[in-house]
């Protein structure tokens, strides 16, 4: 299999984990805080190979995520898209900041991911009124570390430059 290939696959079936995560059943108690798995990945890989990966992933993943979750066609899409464009401006920086470093700006992203898609649902009367629809950012940015370890231990993005 050739390096682009393998790199390909890589990348998709990563993505496929993170929407499987995404649409998978948890309690109740756990639904509010589950994690923004696509968008987390979305991150990784445009730190990690800017030229595979980059706005219209971006977009093309917020619309399958819209289209998967119901909700106005273009709102994830514009979140995502916003998200791969402010990473790929300051990726040179970001790549070699420390993990807790990368947090706080993956938290600064979701925060404005997350804004975004409030004031999408705003403007179609869908409120939120409780503070719990930023605990995905705040499990995000816990996690962000362990998900960034494992997709570098599972992918190995060395090879794929």
Known sequence: MSRSSSSALAI??????AGMLTLAPLPEWA???RPEWVA???IYWVLTVPRQVGIG????LGLIMDATQGTLLGAHALGFSVIAYITLRLY???RWFPLYQQAIFVGLMLLLYRSATLWINGMQGFAQESWLYWAP????VLLWPCVSVLLQ???RPGSMR
């Open 137 to 140: 950012v705040l499990s995000s």
């Open 92 to 94: 040179p920086r970001l």
């Open 40 to 42: 987390l990945t979305l």
């Open 57 to 60: 992933a971006g977009w093309t």
């Open 153 to 155: 231990a599972t992918f």
């Open 31 to 33: 639904v509010a805080w």
């Open 12 to 17: 998709v079936s990563s993505f496929a984990v």
